[in-house]
């Protein structure tokens, strides 16, 4: 803390690299964003150690203070090379190191960007040698509102976006993660830096350290203290859920039926006991029932079996277009059924193919399956209760889980194959967005893999059972159901819009009033 409170640039930069008394030497302040990077990755799963995202977000903030625009991009990128090679490493599992080297690049420079905007507030609020208040609150809250603005944007752009890796879910296993009840997990996101980026004030040369460091101390404490938003209990809804450990990876050596009959194999685990449903997850089912008379023979005959609908995956062809699709099937056949609103890109489908197959055609060719996004509601009656939906990656994307909260869901079924990420920590990250998801909404999670892990998440995002990885077993299991929404469910695209609206306008007025100021001498 000494260094931050008197460095003065050591190293004699020119202003593109160091504008400011307050700030660390260059040779300093990157191999703090680099540490820095490895602690946000030590702050998910598989480790999740919680406590080291504040310590992250509270080095990074400090080593973008007094930086010129180059350095800070810089200073950004380091950090965000770091952690996103570390964090997001499972995608080279499937396709190998293309992808991941381009995702974790792509992430990195918009992680780069944003640091500037942060510098931006540094440096200009120093030109304006604000304080009290506006110095020790408004700063920080700027600071916290561009850092969540950046999760939104990223969430949402390039080709649907990418929000897997967001601050806010870090704080799952940690002591307030209720507060996303009531803000979503971009509102804990705000709250986290923000608490952060007041320390950083605090510890600026010229501040009296006790006095300032009371925003962040409140802050802290109004999230400890903030309770859960309670919704109602209404009655169980009982979920017999599958994991069959089949055939379930691009690359597995399987035959056509393979996956099917795994499921079928395991479900007999749990045959004769009383349930409302039957769970598989998604691609539970490799034959298009719709175009197999067989396969549908056998679905309807596991559902009378079973005494059931099941909720199975597969996908499926209408005309010219592919779907990744959940269908509730009975004995009489599938009854409703949900396409997957975000296929992922170059895992599912590939944007933009006439120009990556130039780029990179071996890579590209082995992505056979075009799936169009879906349009249907993430949300099925089944026995008269309400069940919202997600398929794999759909759980990162705010919008298909509130929406299905919106609609009435009283619990939530997630369908994942997670076997093209065996032995990496894609499959534990994904397991803590599900259990955030529970705190968001109120409500249990049924999350069924393929292989691993599955687990039953209570409303408060407690785990209650699991299925380990590359176990093939079954479970029946009494799930409470909820009605009620959620702040979270109606306020979170709100917050979202206010993050970047909000953001991006203070820090242009600010400018220009500088420079209106600056005109004026």
Same mark, same amino acid.
Not at 202 to 207: C, D, K, T
Not at 470 to 485: C, H, K, N, Q, Y
């Given at each position: ?12 930069? +020119?202003?593109?690299?160091? &504008? ?20 946000? $990755?030590?702050?998910? +799963? ?13 080095? *990074?903030?400090?080593?973008? *203070? ?32 293309? +992808?991941?080297?381009? *995702? &974790? ?8 960007? /944003? ?24 700063? +920080?809250? #700027?600071? @916290? ?66 006095? @300032? ?8 404490? #109004? ?34 039926? $393979? ?31 719709? &175009? &197999? ?5 056998? #679905?309807?005959?596991?559902? @009378? ?8 995956? %597969? ?18 056949? !599938? ?5 997957? #609103? ?33 349009? /249907? ?26 929406? %299905? ?13 997670? %076997? ?17 998801? @529970? ?49 979270? !469910? ?7 819009? =206010? ?8 820090? *242009? ?8 100021? =600056?005109?004026?001498?």
């Amino acid at each position: 803390m000494t260094a931050l409170r008197g460095a003065t640039g050591a190293l004699r930069m +020119p202003s593109m690299w160091t &504008s400011g008394t307050d700030s660390l030497p260059v040779t300093a302040a990157l191999p703090l964003a680099a540490a820095a990077g490895l602690l946000m $990755d030590a702050a998910t +799963p598989d480790l999740g150690w919680w406590p080291l995202a504040f310590v992250s977000v509270t080095i *990074l903030l400090a080593a973008l *203070l007094g930086r010129g625009t180059l350095a800070s991009f810089v200073v950004g990128c380091v950090f965000g090379a770091v952690f996103n090679l570390a964090h997001l490493v499972w995608v080279a599992q499937f396709l190998g190191p293309v +992808p991941w080297l381009a *995702l &974790s690049a792509l992430q990195t420079v918009l992680i780069g960007v /944003s640091s500037i905007t942060i510098t931006l507030t540094y440096r200009w609020v120093k030109v304006r040698r604000l304080g009290g208040a506006l110095d020790l609150l408004g700063i +920080p809250a #700027l600071v @916290a509102a561009l850092w969540a603005a950046r999760e939104v944007l990223v969430g949402m752009w390039p080709y649907s976006g990418f929000p897997w890796a967001r601050v806010g879910m870090t704080q799952v296993s940690g002591p307030f993660p209720e507060v996303a009840s009531w803000v979503g997990t971009t509102g804990v996101t705000f709250l986290v830096v923000g608490v952060c980026a007041a320390l950083v004030q605090a510890l600026r040369p010229g501040r009296r350290t006790l006095r @300032a460091g009371v925003p962040a101390l409140v802050g802290v404490l #109004l999230m400890a203290v903030t309770p859960q938003y309670a919704t109602r209990s209404i009655g169980t809804f009982t979920v017999g859920w599958v994991q069959g450990n089949g055939p379930a990876g691009y690359f597995d050596d399987r035959n056509e039926g $393979d996956m099917l009959r795994a499921q079928a194999s395991t479900s007999k685990t749990i045959r004769g006991q009383q349930m409302d449903v039957l769970a598989w997850p998604e691609g539970s089912v490799d034959i298009d029932p719709a &175009s &197999s008379e067989p396969t549908r023979r056998v #679905l309807s005959e596991i559902s @009378a079996a079973y005494g059931a609908p099941l909720l199975m995956n %597969a996908a499926t062809t209408r005309g010219e277009q592919t779907f990744n699709s959940t269908m509730l099937w009975t004995t009489d056949g !599938s009854e409703q059924s949900y396409d997957k #609103l975000n296929p992922v890109p170059f895992g599912e489908y590939v944007p933009d193919r006439w120009l990556f197959e130039r780029l990179a055609p071996d890579l590209v060719s082995l992505i056979q399956r075009e799936y169009t996004p879906g349009r /249907s509601a993430p949300v099925m009656d089944i026995g008269g209760t309400r069940v919202g939906l997600a398929i794999c990656f759909d759980v990162i994307y705010d919008d298909v889980i509130f929406d %299905a909260a919106r609609q009435g869901a009283q619990v939530y079924i997630f369908q994942t194959n997670n %076997a093209d990420f065996r032995g990496t920590d894609e499959n534990v990250q994904q397991l803590a967005i599900a259990r955030m998801r @529970a705190i968001e909404t109120g409500r249990a999670v049924v999350n069924v893999s393929t292989v691993g892990t599955s687990q039953l998440i209570n409303p408060d995002g407690s785990t209650e059972e699991t299925i380990g990885v590359d176990t093939a077993a079954g479970r029946v299991s009494e799930v409470p159901l909820r009605a009620g929404i959620t702040p979270a !469910s109606w306020l979170s695209p709100t917050i979202e819009i =206010a993050m970047v609206v909000a953001s991006a306008g203070v820090l *242009l007025c600010v400018r220009l009033r500088i420079h209106v100021r =600056a005109r004026k001498r």
